[in-house]
């Protein structure tokens, strides 16, 4: 067959909004555009743990450390999720994990801010969870199989991650004084941030463009972001809290919220690697690496016996 | 020795005895033991399973998309294996 032929099957392909496989002929610059999204959303997931470690020894009872804990789990198990999606496309996790180490790939910029209080752990589990939920239930119907179908799991677990992050939230708003401030200091940090989690505006994304091409993504970054606050403005109002945005107003001809766009300047120093924690992030991650390779080799080496004895008996 | 993530294994679920095992997504392990603790601790924390198979990766042999209609063709000429081929008398209710 020609190059021109498999191109046309797969065009039929995402024209029938059948899904494209591993074995499957595609054009290169997909898969390019493929590993490129599901690589750092498995950076995002992992690198993710970090700000929320951080508070597992310090929740403030027990049960609130269950639950993080519990969260923070299913945080790795997305990270593998997607990395074994991205493996299908041709590449191994150790090189990605080589790529995040070194400064080479991205994840998400949200997680080089810091937690600075018990509210924001709420805060990340209720909008950045929340933010991250509002992709992942697009991405459940991406035309890349392996991508989809562990957007379905992770859509399945994450189900839980927002609400307990509402929930802290709840318990910070109504409680003391103090406790509400923290909650209304915790949305002040993290709303625009949290913003930034769409992408740049469809103006000025690079990659949309392709994305909803190619079915990767189905909706625009503007069009999640006005869902997500059209959405959120209640549950900031039930708080008794305050969104910190001025030009917050209800847009009766959308039938929706008018609302002002992050700081995109931020949102690109960030990514260029200087965010508060860019540094933070990724020597611990490096740390944990470096500190676990004797147990990765020991592994390799008992994994290695016993399948040789495996073999010989 | 160079590092490494471990060999891939894919990992099936049994949902309940007597169903059939589904595939549902692979890990990295360097052993079956530790490939079989990983696929429980990854895909049956919220009781999806009361029974799990993993199996290394590099052993399973899998049909290709591009002989998919070579591959699969002798069994599209043979109506006959499917019940509707045969016609029923129509006083007949049951079969």
Known sequence: ?313 | MSDSQGPLWEVFVQKKAGQPFVHCGNLHAYDKEMALQNARDLYTRRGEGMALWVVPTAAIVASSPEDQGSFFEPSNDKVFRHPTFYPMPDVIKHM
Request: aromatic share 10%.
């Open chain 1, 1 to 313: 067959m020609e190059n021109k032929d498999f191109e046309a099957i797969f065009e039929n392909k995402l024209a029938k909004n059948e899904m494209v496989e591993p074995k499957d002929w595609m054009p290169d610059n997909y898969r390019k555009h493929l590993l490129r999204q599901i690589s750092q959303h498995a950076h995002s997931e992992i690198i993710g743990m970090l700000p929320e470690g951080n508070w597992i020894s310090r929740a403030p009872s027990l049960r609130s450390k269950l639950v993080l804990l519990a969260k923070v789990q299913d945080e790795g198990g997305h990270g593998l999720y997607l990395y074994t999606a991205a493996e299908s496309l041709g590449t191994s996790r150790d090189e990605m994990l080589d790529a995040l180490q070194t400064g080479r790939a991205k994840y998400s910029s949200i997680f080089n801010y810091p937690t600075l209080s018990w509210a924001d752990i709420g805060a990340v589990g209720w909008l950045v969870d929340g933010a991250a939920i509002m992709n992942q239930v697009m991405l459940q119907r991406t035309s890349y199989g392996p991508y989809a179908r562990a957007m379905v799991r992770i859509c399945k677990e994450e189900s839980f991650h927002q609400r307990q992050g509402y929930e802290v939230m709840t318990h910070m708003a109504f409680g003391t004084p103090e406790q509400k401030e923290m909650a209304q200091d915790a949305l002040n940090r993290w709303w625009f941030p949290t913003l930034m989690m769409f992408g740049p505006p469809d103006s000025e994304s690079p990659n949309s463009e392709n994305a909803i091409k190619w079915r990767i993504k189905r909706e625009t970054n503007d069009q999640l972001r006005q869902r997500f606050v059209n959405q959120t403005v209640e549950q900031v109002q039930y708080l008794g809290l305050t969104i910190p945005d001025k030009n917050l107003k209800w847009n009766e001809s959308k039938k929706g919220y008018d609302f002002s766009e992050p700081d995109w300047a931020e949102f690109k120093n960030v990514i260029k690697g200087n965010g508060p924690c860019n540094k933070e992030r990724l020597d611990a991650r490096n740390k944990a690496h470096n500190e676990g390779r004797w147990v990765r080799e020991a592994a390799a080496a008992y994994g290695k016996k016993q399948m040789e004895q495996y073999a010989a008996a």
